[in-house]
């Protein structure tokens, strides 16, 4: 590369070369954004942003006081209300709005704390081994079989005043065992890998071996991990709430749903009241599985270029597939001119 | 060995079966307008029987080339175009492999091309016997019948007979073999179901020398046993010089020189090749100086125009920069027909002058008519 790249600066009029340089910063780009290529990714994470906008806005822009009792019950959705309203003439899409913060406070809380304790735990417990690594392994062991949702109930039943960010630590501390015993196994397979070895023989200390050399290989399996336990944080709560343990004057999509049931909407044919806080909790949902869909396609530097180059691949019906080689005869052009050159010269 | 009793390599052409056609094969890795173009309109023929070596500098499209024939390329990549006509020696059935489904090409696999792997010592799992491992692909492709494991077992200890392991191995573990067993094995497994051609991608590269020697006169001695074709691909020149009949040498993704292994070695025609014999001192005779080749491979994604090797070629000239050669007869034409290059100076239009003295020894004898 640098034996052709000197001439450029001494003949600026070679075009040639200075299209090939302008091709290589363009692949560059392309791969750091190479996520965003991905068309599950993609809508994976405009649904998502969409929903942490509302829960950042969401009290500001809603029409109504959630909490404003009025005399236009069950009403069903009409321009003054979009979403209808509750039996007791509350403005349910205020409801929801409000609702989204407690929603995803809890979820990415919860999912943050019970990664990071699950890395920590599962990387130290494969990687020290010995003594260490059976004591870690026990305790996790011992909150892989605490049931979670009873143990949930309990404590907040004995903390009456809990919000939202008790209530998500609750979550994390039960939900953290799962992903600690995945990441235990895959870095006690990596910790003899060549690589690791090397490091260790180049005199590299143990915390940089540990977060420069093994976790990249963990990306994957760290941020699938985070993206389930935010899926299971976010029902934990909507259940917890639907159940009546958490406070039902907070609101969250569990707490319509918890009024929706008391007051026997179904029964009387009010959909509004509960189909939309149903239809929210299954679009994050899907969201977080779409986004992790696209991170297993970007984090492996092997199936990157095929990741992000799907809509490419699509158009040109191309299945890339290990063993069998696909082939596309699409670029005849190219071959035909090739052939064209070959017989010129014959 | 071939050197000294070149029998296959000077059989009149009309002699010899083609059993691997390639024309005009492509291969890109990537899918856009940004990918990289690996080979380019590769032509190669390989007969029955004979052993073709393909050598090169890494990444000059060896492995590509054998992999993208067979199907096995991982993404990123594609085959953009060409023809790759498997035609059987015995009973002659046979087709394009680039236009098999999956099924038909599933079922090509090992029976008609094996393949032995680079580091195929590693190809073996660890937790199964090497002889269940055997008798399991055996089982793959032979019809169902209800003797069918004893066979597969019987034939899986006349493999390992025939690479020179002792019968009682059949229920060893790999761990439990050396290296070079391991690599024996592999062997066999590629031998099971006696396939006419048997790419080997490098597989003595893990191999001290003494075990090198072994293995490739047992390929050799099998070879000339069973009567499969062979193509085999390593960057160790002076080993192909040794066990080739025909020698390929890549470049930048194409064949720059294809001609019989005594000719490549005795008469180079292409600057390239006479730079990789330079590159590795001579099997006999006085020693001589290590020139090698200055300067490295070219970037695939940034090919220099013209003859993809002219930055590197001591003898370039002008008209070097702007065509590129295609793979065609030489200069002494009629009196090597066998022999192909693609190399300017062949070409009495482009270069009439007098060919330089090292590219340009006579054929003579009557071996080479």
């Known amino acids: 590369m640098s034996v052709q790249m000197d001439p450029v600066a001494a003949d600026p009029t070679s075009t040639a070369t200075l299209t090939a340089v302008a091709v290589r910063s363009k692949r560059g780009r392309r791969v750091q954004f190479g996520i965003l290529r991905n068309r599950k990714a993609m809508v994976g994470i405009v649904v998502l942003a969409i929903f942490i906008l509302l829960a950042i806005i969401g009290p500001w822009i809603a029409p109504y006081n959630p909490d404003t009792v009025t005399p236009e019950g069950l009403q069903p959705p009409s321009p003054e209300h ?32 019970a990664t990071l304790i699950s890395v920590v735990v599962g990387v130290v417990s494969g990687f020290v081994g010995g003594i260490g690594d059976e004591i870690l392994s026990l305790i996790s062991n011992v909150f892989l079989v605490i049931p979670a949702l009873p143990l949930i109930i309990i404590i907040t039943g004995l903390l009456p005043g809990a919000g939202g960010l008790t209530v998500a630590f609750v979550i994390a501390v039960t939900g953290w065992a799962w992903g600690a015993r995945v990441m235990r196994a895959q870095t006690l397979s990596l910790r003899r890998r060549d690589f690791v070895e090397a490091a260790r023989a180049n005199g590299e200390p143990l915390w940089r071996i540990v977060f420069f050399e093994i976790m990249p290989n963990l990306t994957a399996i760290i941020a699938s991990g985070f993206i389930g336990t935010v899926i299971f944080a976010i029902l934990s709560e909507v259940t917890l709430a639907f159940i009546g343990v958490t406070s039902i004057s907070d609101w969250n999509w569990g707490t319509v749903l918890f009024w929706a049931q008391s007051s026997q909407a179904l029964v009387q044919g009010a959909w509004w009241w509960f189909v939309p806080a149903g239809l929210c909790i299954a679009a994050v949902g899907t969201s977080l599985t779409l986004i992790n869909f696209g991170i297993d396609e970007f984090v492996n530097p092997r199936l990157r270029s095929t990741a992000a180059n799907a809509g490419v691949l699509r158009r040109k019906k191309i299945r890339a597939r290990i063993g069998f080689t696909p082939v596309y005869r699409g670029a005849a052009d190219r071959g035909a001119a090739a052939r064209g050159d070959k017989e010129a010269q014959r | 060995m071939t050197l000294l009793d070149p029998t296959t390599a000077a059989l009149p052409p009309r002699e010899r079966k083609p059993v691997l056609e390639i024309r005009d094969l492509s291969v890109d890795y990537g899918y856009d307008q940004n990918a990289v173009h690996a080979l380019q309109g590769v032509d190669l023929t390989l007969h029955a029987g004979e052993v073709l070596g393909l050598a090169g500098e890494s990444g000059c499209g060896k492995s590509t080339l054998a992999y993208a024939a067979t199907r096995l390329l991982p993404p990123p990549g594609v085959i953009t175009g060409g023809s790759v006509t498997f035609t059987s020696a015995r009973d002659g059935h046979g087709g394009d492999l680039l236009r098999m489904g999956e099924a038909e090409l599933r079922a090509q696999r090992w029976r008609d091309t094996a393949i032995v792997f680079q580091g195929a010592m590693n190809s073996l799992n660890p937790v199964y016997t090497v002889g269940r491992q055997l008798v399991d692909g055996i089982l793959a492709h032979k019809p169902r019948s209800r003797d069918a494991r004893e066979q597969a077992r019987a034939r899986a200890l006349e493999l390992l007979d025939m690479v020179g392991i002792p019968k009682d191995r059949l229920g060893s573990y790999p761990h439990q073999l050396s290296g070079g067993m391991r690599q024996r094995v592999m062997i066999a497994m590629a031998l099971a179901l006696e396939p006419e051609i048997v790419i080997m991608d490098e597989p003595t590269t893990a ?16 070879k000339d046993e069973l009567g499969f074709s062979v193509i085999f691909i390593t960057h160790d020149v002076s080993l192909l010089l040794e066990l080739a009949d025909r020698i390929a ?32 001192p001579p099997l006999r005779g006085p020693k001589r100086d290590l020139a090698g080749i200055p300067g490295s491979p070219p970037d695939l994604v940034n090919l220099p125009t013209g003859c993809k ?61």
Not at chain 1, 89 to 96: F, R
Not at chain 2, 328 to 348: H, I, K, M, S, Y
Request: aromatic fraction near 6%.
């Open chain 2, 207 to 222: 191999l001290d020398v003494v075990m090198q020697r072994q293995i490739v006169e047992q390929i050799m001695q099998l």
């Open chain 2, 249 to 280: 040498i890549m470049y930048a993704g194409r064949i720059v020189e294809d001609a019989s292994s005594e000719e490549v070695y005795k008469m180079p025609r292409h600057p390239y090749t006479a730079g990789l014999l330079h590159s590795f």
């Open chain 1, 82 to 113: 979009w979403l209808g309203t509750t039996a007791t003439g509350q403005d349910i899409l205020s409801q929801l709005l409000v609702g989204t913060r407690g929603v995803m406070l809890v979820g990415l809380t919860a999912g943050i704390v």
């Open chain 2, 309 to 369: 090797f002219h930055p590197r070629c001591p003898y370039a000239f002008d008209e070097c920069k702007l065509t590129d050669p295609a793979l065609g007869p030489t200069r002494f034409g009629a009196a090597e027909p066998e022999r192909q290059v693609a190399c300017l100076l062949n070409d009495e239009r482009v270069a009439p002058g007098p060919i330089p003295l090292e590219l340009g020894v006579r054929p003579e004898g009557d071996r080479i008519v």
